[in-house]
């Protein structure tokens, strides 16, 4: 019959075991999301982006469409609602729904 030292010991084995597995696994995940996550979609145009709007409001550099654009190719995509919001804003479709329903 095992004396409780060496049930102690082989616990003690077990937690050290099951923390080494819990930082690989961690580790793992970690270098996989670092590799899928925030990527930058780079505009594929000139450095002007130029819109055939004529929308301004007081305190935004040039017009709403412009602006629209710039945000839908400088978003940092994470997640389906920001590639959602990137692909709308390059099309100029803007929503102007309650942010409470997002």
Do not use: W
């Not at 019959?1 to 580790?27: F, V």
Request: glycine residues 4%; proline residues 2%.
């Amino acid at each position: 019959m095992a004396t409780d030292k060496a049930i102690l010991n082989q616990i003690q084995e077990t937690n050290a075991e099951r923390y080494l597995l819990d930082l690989k696994l961690e580790s793992h995940q970690y270098k996989r999301l670092r590799k899928t996550s925030a990527t930058r979609v780079q505009p594929k145009r000139k450095s002007k982006i130029h819109s055939p709007d004529k929308i301004v409001f007081g305190g935004l550099k040039g017009t709403l469409g412009e602006k629209t654009l710039s945000v839908g190719y400088e978003v940092e995509i994470n997640d389906c609602k920001s590639k959602f919001i990137a692909l709308l804003s390059r099309n100029i479709i803007i929503d102007f729904n309650n942010a409470d329903q997002l």
